[in-house]
């Protein structure tokens, strides 16, 4: 120690010497005494006089314990020992300990006598020596770290509190050095006793890590620091060391060093490229994605400065800024050498910079492709007039084109958003099949959906509309994205049941066509046959409907039919089926009828008989009332062996019999209108076998028409078929059968060739060479578009006349169809062929039709002639017919003139010419040649 370090200690102890006072306390009347010396120790000079004077400059806090110490030790006469604060006046509190012992006297009187000394100073060192300790244990325990000694000597082991908790020992535990080393384990036994052993014979310290098991059996990894302790004499007299529990910075080392060795794993697994510089922007580090796009390896990067590796790099200013601004800095840069369009991320530390980059050369490349595509995408929907869409599934988010607007009145802003601005406006019967049948197609994996729905526009109505998207996965199969465009089907699908209801159902009556009632026709039999149940097929025919139609016109015509329509649909329930089946056809369906037959045609009867009714009642049609009626067959079946066609005929055949019983009138279809059909099929057989010759089986009759002065002018050609095994059949029979069935249209022109060649036959005598021709032209032969032509061929080979060629058309064939008629006949008068209007009075001609036709002649009915002399109506009509022709400039011949009379009054009435039994009947042509001779 150096002498000024002596001095130095020398005056702080006198500094520190403790101050001494004296008191003294008589005890039998409690007055004390105090030396001079204790003023220096409360710094104030003091005269009490009682103990309780002294206790006032007492701290106030310790005040009742210095009392009580004091007032015990002489109650009891036991020595005094009392430590506290006082107060000075300048109110620094000193602490004092104040110590006494009685002192009896010889008269038995008792004293106190003690000191009383200021031990602030030592109070403080100890305080501070107290709180060292504490800090220290608190230190060590907060560091796992106690001390140990082990004294050479005596062998004694020593450990520090931290020491005996580290191996989990009660406090105080002194082991022996063996104990102590039991402790490790095995490995680091020998290690540590190693040490130990150097360390106390030649003072090698020494400092390991090893591991010891706790008395409860845990593994903890400590630090044993051991050093040597000598004597003067330089012997080692003690080892001292440090004991820590370092398992806790084994494990956040460990920790951190599988950490660092996770750090750097993903670093190098991570897509982006990243590296580290330093201040002096040298490479540190690079990740293996780093090296793959610098295209170095990284001991050729390491150390280098960027810059000088990659001279075209712009980012030096962005990654000085971020290291100045200490701020994350991202920018792209295209680096030419690569032909790479890079994004780098910067972000400042403290030892440089870290820096992310990616090649984004592909990513941006798409982006603008899919730009591209986008806005072309979008330009094409503004092409189309349907509303294309497309909703973003993840974002839920939907884009419809403008035509949203145009179709369906929606701005496409209503529907950007959220899908449910679509499935809000499905139609409310439909939504949940249409979403859930959407969501089912996403869900089950579908590439296309595709839906018919009833769409609301924004006004309210209901648009149908097709709409059809595709579904886009991503490469995990999950739908992302839904394209799709949405037509407006609403014009098509009106078109389509208006098409549909056309096919279905008569334009003018509303009533169902021929086409549907033939197909409930085809069901009502097969449910009857399954049934058993009887139905009735009603075949209704308006009388004299034409005659309405020509003099009215049509559109009268068409009021009638319809109100027709209208009466026949009040009789029958909702069930049946009235449908229009054709011109002023109607055909009723009944079904479901009592399986009773008798039943069966009461219930039918009646409602024929309400049918009836209803149509006779007066019609008005425009401001006319009409009177009119009809004729019903009917016609029942249950399903047995029924044919459409059979059926149809049969009830059909029954209104005939209707027809010819008078009109207005009901007709069931009965057995013996089977065997009429029966034999119609028959005698159709047998006409077409004749036709397959006609020259065989035909031939033509002639009757003479003979004029006023009793001249035969001209012949009537009236066709003959001698049958096999019928005989003579008549014209009546079979001509409307050859019209029904088109043979007219052959046999017709046979007839005329046949006509053709009598005419070329009779040239060749004076006497018939003159004769006009009148052949019979039905209405189907008329009105076949190849007519004309036809004739013209028959006659042009020929070599005739065609002015002794006059062809006889009945009012029906006229009137069907007015323009092509008057066609028709304008050509072929041009080539000279003649026309007459045959059995004229029965049909219902209107005067203005007559007067555009290019006729010759009329010809008045013989009916009207038959009773010419007794039916005045007859008479009149006649007249009223001959006045009429003539007033047309047409020559009129009557039919059927039997008697002088009927001649007489004919001619008597302008009439020009007439045919009939009167003159002669129909007859061979060989035999013309004489009626003409004696004419
Ligand atoms: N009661 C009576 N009858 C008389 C008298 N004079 C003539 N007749 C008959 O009256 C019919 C006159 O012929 P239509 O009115 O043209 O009526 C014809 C005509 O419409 C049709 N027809 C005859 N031949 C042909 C033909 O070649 N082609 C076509 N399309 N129809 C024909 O057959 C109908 C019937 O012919 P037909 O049976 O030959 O009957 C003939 C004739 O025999 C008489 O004084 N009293």
Redesign the pocket.
Known sequence: MSSAQQSDDQSAQARQVPLFGFWEIDVTDMTLTLSDETHAIFGRALAPHRLEDLLQFVHPDERTRVYDAFTGALGEGTPLNVECRIIRPSGEARDVCMRGEPIRADEGSTRYVGTIQDITEQMQRRRQAEQNARLLQMASHIAHMGGWTYEVQTGRVIWSDEVCRIHEMPDGTEPTVEEAFNFFVPESRARIRRRFDTCLRDGTPYDEELEIITAGGRKVCVRAIGEPVRDANNTIVQLQGAFLDISEIRDVEQQAARMAERLSATLESITDAFYTLDREWRFTYLNREAERLFQRPRAELLGKVVWDVFSGFKGQREFERAVRENSTVVFENYYAPYHMLFEVRGYPSEDGITVYFRDITEARQTEESLRASEERFRTIARTTTDVVWDWDMQADSLWTSDTIETLFGYTTQEFSGPIRAWSEHIHPDERDRVVNHIKAAIAGGDSEWIDEYRFLRKDGTVAYVLDRGFIIRDATGRATRMIGAMVDLTERRQAERRIEYLAYYDSLTQLPNRQLLMDRLRKAIATSAQHHSTNALFFIDLDNFKSLNDTLGHAVGDQLLKQVAHRLTGCVSHNDTVSRFGGDEYVVLLEHLSDDMVEASAATQAIGERMLKALRQPYKLDEYRHLSTASIGVVLFNGDKDDIGELLKRADMAMYQAKSAGRNTLRFFNPHMQAALSARIALESDLRQAMRDCAREFD??Y?PQVSRDGRVTGV?????WRHPTRGMV???EF?PL??ETGL?LS??EW?LKKACQQLLAWAASPETAGLEI?????AR?FHHPGFAAQVLAVLGPAGVNPHQIKL?L?ETSLLENLEDTVAKMSLLKTHGVTFAL??FGTGYSSLAYLKQLPLDML?I??SF??DLLTNPNDAVIARTIIALGRSLGLRVLA????TVAQRDFLFEHGCEAY????CA??MPAAAVAAIVHHA
Do not use: C, M, W, Y
């Open positions: 033509l009759h009757q009537e050609a009236l066709l003959r008549s014209p009546v001509i050859a019209e007219v046999l017709g007839v009148a052949v019979n032209v039905s032969q006889e009945t045959d059995d010809k009915d013989r002639v038959l039919e059927g003139v039997e045919q009939g039994f009167l009947q129909p």
